[in-house]
């Protein structure tokens, strides 16, 4: 056995590709394929490469806390590991476990988000240039995620209505977000710009663009139409982890964030800027305006509005607004 794979009988698939095909079976991302095979193949060789199916509950939890005890892992690196491990399970070995009582669990941080304030943010986009300028632009206007953000689509794009359409957000919703005025004419251009590259890799007979959740089955024509591809497509092609066809992907996502972290530097902002800041800034800068939280969860795409309601801490900086004594002397 090699890298954690076992075989799990002679006319059997080995273990992680029954993972791999169960996965995709439920149309699950190409990241989350990456995260669970990686935990599980860690789990098995945690435990001497033991089959799952010869451990339970207390092989679980002995691996769940040697990772919050001795690695210091965050809870969240933690429950990905729960995860990945119960879906094993569940999923692919149809073997129900009893509760996981005996996890000692990492520690959640509570942290509040970075924001920007409205001078920084401008100062942070215009220190950017090009198409990683119209990037951060469209993240702070709309309030978007950066992979939301990355995997774009042409269709999802509503310039009658000034809305962008969120497909398979986190939590695999849709939702309807903003899309700023300013934005459209720029974004109309670099589309023209985008419309070349297609129709370029359509004389070359390029393979289609990916397309999730069997769509390409029912839709065979689908991914060599304008309306599906990326809204920004990376500029060389790619080898498709899945199907291994050459074809263009949409752009790396840390080609952006390391273009947000340069202009950071460059515009001399000293808290820690990253894509995601903008994403904070949007919610925070609506609240300062007056929204109401309601629609500000709707945009952002939160479950639960307590999620949503961080920003009213970020706004009450400096003693929950109160205003300190020392200033009435």
């Given at each position: 056995?090699?890298?954690?794979?076992?075989?799990?009988?002679?006319?059997?698939p080995?273990?992680?590709?029954?993972?791999?095909?169960?996965?995709?079976?439920?149309?699950?991302?190409?990241?989350?394929?990456?995260?669970?095979?990686?935990?599980?193949?860690?789990?098995i060789?945690?435990?001497?490469?033991?089959?799952?199916s010869?451990?339970?509950?207390?092989?679980?939890?002995?691996?769940?806390?040697?990772?919050?005890?001795?690695?210091?892992?965050?809870?969240?690196?933690?429950?990905?590991?729960?995860?990945?491990?119960?879906?094993?399970?569940?999923?692919?070995?149809?073997?129900?476990?009893?509760?996981?009582?005996?996890i000692?669990?990492?520690?959640?941080?509570?942290?509040?988000?970075?924001?920007?304030?409205?001078?920084?943010?401008?100062?942070?986009?215009?220190?950017?240039?090009?198409?990683?300028?119209?990037?951060?632009?469209l993240?702070?206007?709309?309030?978007?995620?950066?992979?939301?953000?990355?995997?774009?689509?042409?269709?999802?794009?509503?310039?009658?209505?000034?809305e962008?359409?969120?497909?398979?957000?986190?939590g695999?919703?849709?939702?309807?977000?903003?899309?700023?005025?300013?934005?459209?004419?720029?974004?109309?251009?670099?589309?023209?710009?985008?419309?070349?590259?297609?129709?370029?890799?359509?004389?070359?007979?390029?393979?289609?663009?990916?397309?999730?959740?069997?769509?390409?089955?029912?839709?065979?024509?689908?991914?060599?139409?304008?309306?599906?591809?990326?809204?920004?497509?990376?500029?060389?092609?790619?080898?498709?982890?899945?199907?291994?066809?050459?074809?263009?992907?949409?752009?790396?996502?840390?080609?952006?964030?390391?273009?947000?972290?340069?202009?950071?530097?460059?515009?001399?902002?000293?808290?820690k800027?990253?894509?995601?800041?903008?994403?904070?800034?949007?919610?925070?800068?609506?609240?300062?305006?007056?929204?109401?939280?309601?629609?500000?969860?709707?945009?952002?795409?939160?479950?639960?509005?307590?999620?949503?309601q961080?920003?009213?801490?970020?706004?009450?900086?400096?003693?929950?607004?109160?205003?300190?004594?020392?200033?009435?002397?």
């Amino acid at each position: 056995m090699q890298n954690g794979a076992v075989h799990t009988g002679q006319n059997k698939p080995r273990l992680l590709t029954q993972v791999r095909n169960r996965i995709r079976a439920k149309h699950y991302s190409i990241r989350t394929e990456e995260a669970y095979t990686n935990w599980i193949k860690k789990f098995i060789l945690f435990h001497n490469k033991r089959h799952p199916s010869q451990m339970g509950a207390f092989e679980i939890e002995t691996f769940l806390t040697f990772l919050a005890v001795k690695r210091k892992c965050s809870a969240s690196t933690q429950n990905q590991a729960l995860c990945s491990i119960l879906f094993l399970y569940k999923d692919v070995l149809k073997i129900d476990l009893p509760k996981l009582d005996n996890i000692t669990r990492a520690k959640t941080p509570t942290r509040l988000p970075i924001v920007l304030n409205k001078p920084e943010t401008q100062i942070l986009l215009s220190s950017m240039r090009g198409i990683h300028q119209l990037m951060a632009r469209l993240l702070y206007g709309s309030g978007m995620r950066l992979m939301e953000l990355i995997r774009l689509r042409v269709l999802d794009i509503d310039f009658g209505l000034n809305e962008i359409t969120v497909r398979s957000g986190k939590g695999n919703k849709d939702r309807v977000t903003i899309l700023p005025e300013s934005l459209c004419a720029p974004l109309q251009d670099h589309l023209l710009y985008v419309k070349t590259i297609f129709e370029s890799d359509r004389r070359d007979n390029i393979p289609g663009v990916y397309l999730p959740n069997a769509l390409n089955r029912k839709y065979p024509n689908a991914s060599t139409e304008w309306r599906w591809q990326y809204v920004f497509p990376s500029n060389r092609l790619s080898k498709d982890p899945r199907s291994k066809f050459i074809r263009r992907h949409h752009i790396d996502e840390k080609t952006l964030q390391r273009a947000v972290k340069k202009a950071a530097d460059q515009a001399n902002i000293t808290k820690k800027v990253s894509p995601h800041t903008l994403r904070h800034s949007f919610a925070t800068h609506l609240m300062e305006n007056g929204y109401d939280i309601r629609t500000i969860q709707e945009l952002l795409g939160h479950k639960d509005i307590s999620t949503t309601q961080i920003y009213t801490h970020v706004l009450n900086r400096g003693g929950r607004g109160v205003l300190s004594p020392l200033e009435a002397l």
